[in-house]
């Protein structure tokens, strides 16, 4: 659903798990918070508190871990 970024909980990099909190949206005067579908790493935070959004928008890049290049 179309939305307003209230508040955007990770950055680049992070590592969050299945259920974490990664951005909080207002849509029809309520807070809907999107958590995290799976393991994995930030790859990319595309939208900034302030920021309008459609439905369907993508809001944070996740790469699985498994994709990660080891160091």
């Known amino acids: 659903m179309?939305?307003?970024v209230l508040d955007v909980l990770v950055?680049?990099?992070c590592v969050v798990s299945t259920g974490d909190r990664?951005?909080?949206?207002?849509?029809m005067k309520m807070e809907h918070t999107v958590t995290s579908p799976t393991d994995g790493t930030v790859a990319e935070v595309l939208v900034v508190s302030g920021d309008q959004?459609?439905?369907?928008a993508v809001l944070v890049v996740l790469a699985d871990d498994a994709d990660a290049t080891p160091e």
């Open 2 to 4: 179309p939305g307003v």
């Open 53 to 56: 959004v459609e439905a369907g």
């Open 22 to 27: 990664l951005v909080v949206l207002e849509a």
């Open 11 to 13: 950055s680049q990099g």
